[in-house]
């Protein structure tokens, strides 16, 4: 069964980093394009990064365009989202998604603070 796996949370100070991983399994990993979102308490989940199957093309929300990376390895079957210069408002439950065909799945979620 399809299986997705994120690590990385944690809390960091205004101006850090954090790398979030994603370990996916049960599915082939380099046929599905992969996203980050992230929810807040009362808020829709909303889109952070996106990254084709090839890794060839990603594309990011305004608010974290140049401060956000999404990678992804395809030997390893992980998704990567690389966070700096983190700000409060980016402190949110993050969650893996792999669409594969009509269906999305999810992850567990991943919870980054950013706080002083």
């Known amino acids: 069964q399809v299986q997705l796996v994120e690590s990385g949370g944690g809390l960091a100070q205004p101006g850090g980093s954090l790398r979030l991983s994603c370990v996916a399994s049960?599915?082939?990993?380099?046929?599905?394009?992969m996203s980050w979102y992230r929810q807040t308490p009362g808020k829709e989940r909303e889109l952070v990064a996106v990254?084709?199957?090839?890794?060839?093309?990603?594309n990011y929300a305004d608010s974290v365009k140049g401060r956000f990376i999404i990678s992804r390895n395809q030997y390893e079957n992980t998704v990567y989202l690389q966070m700096n210069n983190l700000k409060p408002e980016d402190t949110a439950v993050y969650y893996c998604?792999?669409?594969?065909?009509?269906?999305?799945?999810w992850g567990q979620g991943t919870q980054v603070t950013v706080s002083s």
């Open positions: 998604n792999a669409l594969l065909g009509p269906r999305d799945y």
């Open positions: 049960g599915f082939t990993f380099s046929s599905a394009p």
């Open positions: 990254i084709t199957s090839a890794g060839g093309s990603t």
